[in-house]
C-alpha cells in the first residue's frame, strides 16, 4: 500500500473525487451535520479514541505525545484493531479519507491512525 492510499481531512470539507472512501473517525457524530449527510460517507466510530481517552486529551498540544502512545496501544487491540483492519483493507483497494470535525487536523486522531492504517500489518511505528 502506498502512502498516498490514506489521507486525512475534515469532515466539514466539500466532497473531492481524489478522497476515495471517505470515513468519519470520530466518536461522537459532527455538530451541525444531519445523519447522510453525503460528507461523511461511513461512520467508523470504533476507530475513534476512546471516551475517556478523548476527554483527558482535551486537545491540549502539550498532551499529544502521550495521547499518541495511548491512542496507538488501543488501535492494537479489540474493536479498534478491527476498525484499523477494514479500513487497511479499504486503502488496499483505493484512496481512503479519513476524517475529524476538529480544527487542529495535526494534533487530532487522524494522522496517527493513518500512519497505523499505512503500515505493513505486523509492524509497528517504531519498525518504520
Known amino acids: 500500500m502506498t502512502e498516498s492510499a490514506v ?13 476515495g472512501h471517505r470515513i468519519l473517525v470520530d466518536r461522537l457524530w459532527p455538530r451541525g451535520m444531519r445523519r447522510g449527510d453525503p460528507r461523511v460517507g461511513e461512520w467508523m466510530k470504533d476507530a475513534a479514541p476512546s471516551t475517556d481517552l478523548r476527554k483527558w486529551y482535551g486537545h491540549v498540544p502539550e498532551r499529544f505525545d502521550e495521547f499518541r502512545t495511548r491512542y496507538e496501544q488501543e488501535l ?21 479519507t479519513l476524517l475529524t470535525a476538529t480544527k487542529d487536523l495535526d494534533h487530532s486522531e487522524v494522522p496517527i491512525l493513518a500512519e497505523v492504517v499505512s503500515q505493513q500489518p505486523g509492524r509497528t511505528a517504531i519498525d518504520g
Not at 489521507?7 to 478522497?19: A, L
Not at 492494537?76 to 481512503?96: F, M, P, W, Y
Open 76 to 96: 492494537s487491540a479489540g474493536d479498534a484493531q478491527q476498525a484499523v483492519l477494514r479500513i487497511r483493507e479499504l486503502a488496499v483497494r483505493g484512496t481512503v
Open 7 to 19: 489521507r486525512i481531512g475534515r469532515v466539514y470539507e466539500p466532497v473531492q473525487p481524489e478522497d
